[in-house]
């Protein structure tokens, strides 16, 4: 009952227009105050601190510095036209280059509303100018943008393995799977609207000079992703010092090597990335205490007996848990979904013998659908913004991929494999 009242109450200041994280935060401040009274409010203090020193943290704001740095060097327009030298001449060709193009800038930025904001610009006009509908561009760019977070680097991965003490190297490769099966299933549903549509084909691929030249071009951007994966791997860096490590290849390949990117730019590029690395500290902070709420009431052992009380069978409490993360992906920020959800669920796939790496893909997973569903879908709010396309056209357009995506999601849940193949095949895990 108290869980369902903290909910309750969580949700109505969130819905009410209160920001997130001071939302959680008066939440666990009211309750602190009705289970114990003003004398261990000092508690709050305490924990509000403790949330933000785990060292793995540090990997956020150098992944946000990092993608911004991409968005302003030209590197997105480089990945687009890699893409599109790939993928351009299918049917539908530029809706195939937009979720490729996101696989590729995801080895990068981290973070799907980057990915959304910065790859959102080129990719809407180009579709928009080859003779696609604003409202098929707009959709195809925020559905494809959830591919970002789940393929390595990725930044909830980061929170969630720092908060669960479990190994990012081993998140980060076992993204890898489930990402290139978001991107397949996306493909798959373009395709088949490609056909009923008779949509573009684009123009006759470049000659030979002019296709090495945009491969050359794009190659040093795509080159990203082999240097923190295999830095991490070699063991001569950890995530965090990854992070470092891709801020400067970032800042190397804007100001050296495409020199779009100018040294009076980067005070902006640091504002901008500051505020945003703030929004996300402060909503962990602020979850930090409302954790310790959940755990000193004993809240995730009710949980676990409630949910053992309708059923014991794995597979039903695993849908159980998939549909808890879906609603709550539709109202709530993602971040702060996974600060205030794994200490509740981690102990319930514990029990039923879920993988904690297996258990984080699958909760990034569910919040990265939750980021094109309204009524609170960040993706959805960035990719309007750019495009100008209201979200209630996208909202309209995008089923198919939601549901390819739903599809990806229950053989990322139920076939285990999917996700721990490749870390167990590196040396990750038993």
């Known amino acids: ?245 891709a801020t400067a290849y970032a800042l190397f390949l804007g100001t050296c090597v495409y020199r779009e990117l100018r040294w009076r730019d980067i005070p902006d590029i640091l504002w901008l990335s500051g505020r945003q690395t703030v929004q996300v500290m402060f909503i962990i902070a602020a979850a930090a205490p409302f954790g310790w709420v959940l755990i000193q009431q004993q809240i995730p052992n009710a949980v676990i007996e409630a949910m053992f009380s309708l059923s014991s069978d794995p597979w039903v409490i695993l849908i159980l848990v998939n549909v808890i993360l879906l609603v709550l992906g539709m109202f709530i920020e993602g971040v702060a979904i996974i600060i205030i959800a794994f200490p509740i669920l981690l102990p319930v796939m514990l029990q039923i013998g879920v993988d904690p790496v297996h258990f984080g893909i699958i909760m990034v997973l569910n919040l990265m659908i939750g980021l094109v569903t309204p009524p609170v879908g960040m993706c959805l709010f960035a990719v309007s913004s750019v495009s100008n396309v209201p979200i209630s056209d996208m909202v309209r357009e995008m089923w198919p991929y939601i549901l390819a995506l739903f599809a990806v999601l229950l053989l990322v849940t139920f076939v285990p494999e999917t996700v721990l193949w490749l870390p167990h095949a590196l040396g990750y895990g038993s």
């Open 1 to 245: 009952m108290l869980m369902v009242v903290l909910l309750l109450v969580l949700c109505g200041l969130i819905l009410l227009g209160v920001p997130i994280a001071v939302a959680l935060a008066a939440t666990a401040i009211g309750t602190m105050w009705w289970a114990t009274g003003p004398d261990l409010l000092f508690i709050f203090i305490q924990r509000l601190y403790a949330g933000t020193t785990s060292f793995p943290l540090l990997a956020i704001p150098f992944f946000i510095i990092a993608g911004n740095l991409m968005n302003t060097g030209g590197i997105t327009e480089r990945i687009f036209a890699a893409a599109q030298l790939f993928v351009g001449r299918i049917r539908g060709g530029l809706a195939h280059v937009n979720v490729l193009a996101s696989v590729l800038f995801s080895g990068m930025s981290g973070s799907a509303v980057a990915d959304a904001a910065g790859l959102g610009i080129i990719e809407v006009k180009a579709m928009r100018e080859a003779g696609y509908s604003g409202r098929f561009a707009a959709t195809i760019t925020a559905v494809s943008s959830t591919i970002g977070p789940i393929m390595p680097p990725s930044i909830p991965l980061v929170i969630y393995g720092s908060l669960a003490n479990v190994s990012i190297g081993a998140l980060f490769l076992a993204g890898v799977v489930p990402g290139v099966l978001m991107a397949v299933a996306l493909m798959v549903v373009i395709s088949v609207v490609a056909r009923v549509r008779g949509l573009p084909v684009m123009d006759e691929r470049p000659a030979g000079p002019e296709a090495r030249r945009v491969f050359f071009g794009a190659l040093p951007a795509m080159l990203t992703p082999v240097f923190i994966i295999g830095g991490i791997l070699g063991g001569l860096a950890t995530p965090t010092e990854a992070a470092v490590l």
